[in-house]
């Protein structure tokens, strides 16, 4: 169940550092060179699987939108469903939205209100829900992902993230637990 320091290595020497993107100073985790390498994608995804398999969750639900690859991978691996948290204004049906601050300004995201059905309760509270993203930084997309997961009357069992910038202590605002696969200081 846990990695071994050869299949972390794999997963972590596969993301690129793209220096000063998007804007200067910011070091950009890109995992497109993961996704384009399948023993790295791979050893990550059969990790996860692995890890989860005995959590008995009801949905996986990603993030807009490096989410959604992993999570969607995941969901299907483990027989359950997969649920998108969009950013404003993509969902169709009615949705529950959460501000979110940025540096600069402010972000928003939204899932739909009926996204979840428990598998013992058909009114979905309590459905057990894992949520998921390629990176938390300062854990602002993933606390408002988590608290609008809880506010449709599921339950957020864990947020899971490839990589953790662990200097910026994001995991602190989230109040379910946080699991990363690779810490970043
Ligand atoms: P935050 O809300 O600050 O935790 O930011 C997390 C979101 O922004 C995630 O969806 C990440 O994909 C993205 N993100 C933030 N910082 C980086 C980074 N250095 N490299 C890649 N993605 C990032």
């Given at each position: 169940m846990?990695?071994?320091?050869?299949?972390k290595?794999?997963?972590?020497?596969?993301?690129?550092?793209i220096?000063?993107?998007?804007?200067?100073?910011i070091?950009?985790?890109?995992?497109?060179?993961?996704?384009?390498?399948?023993?790295?994608?791979?050893?990550?995804?059969?990790?996860?699987?692995?890890r989860?398999?005995?959590?008995?969750l009801?949905?996986?639900a990603?993030?807009?939108a490096?989410g959604f690859?992993?999570?969607?991978?995941?969901?299907d691996r483990?027989?359950?469903?997969?649920?998108?948290?969009?950013k404003?204004?993509?969902l169709?049906?009615?949705?529950?939205a959460?501000?979110y601050s940025?540096?600069y300004?402010?972000d928003?995201?939204?899932?739909?209100i009926?996204?979840?059905v428990?598998?013992?309760n058909?009114?979905?509270?309590?459905?057990?829900?894992?949520?998921i993203?390629?990176?938390?930084?300062?854990g602002?997309?993933?606390?408002?992902?988590?608290?609008?997961?809880?506010r449709?009357?599921?339950?957020?069992?864990?947020?899971?993230?490839?990589?953790?910038?662990?200097?910026?202590k994001?995991?602190?605002?989230?109040?379910?637990?946080?699991?990363?696969?690779?810490?970043?200081?």
């Amino acid at each position: 169940m846990t990695l071994t320091s050869e299949e972390k290595e794999i997963i972590l020497n596969s993301i690129r550092d793209i220096p000063d993107f998007p804007k200067p100073g910011i070091i950009f985790k890109d995992i497109s060179t993961l996704l384009s390498n399948p023993a790295a994608f791979n050893t990550l995804m059969d990790h996860l699987t692995n890890r989860y398999l005995g959590y008995e969750l009801d949905y996986i639900a990603g993030i807009d939108a490096r989410g959604f690859i992993f999570g969607a991978i995941l969901a299907d691996r483990l027989g359950i469903g997969f649920v998108p948290v969009r950013k404003k204004g993509k969902l169709p049906y009615t949705t529950v939205a959460e501000k979110y601050s940025l540096e600069y300004g402010f972000d928003e995201v939204e899932i739909h209100i009926d996204a979840f059905v428990a598998k013992d309760n058909p009114d979905g509270k309590g459905a057990k829900v894992l949520l998921i993203d390629d990176l938390i930084a300062t854990g602002g997309t993933a606390k408002a992902a988590a608290n609008l997961i809880d506010r449709v009357g599921a339950h957020c069992v864990e947020a899971c993230f490839v990589m953790e910038l662990g200097f910026l202590k994001g995991r602190e605002g989230i109040s379910a637990p946080v699991y990363s696969v690779l810490q970043i200081d």
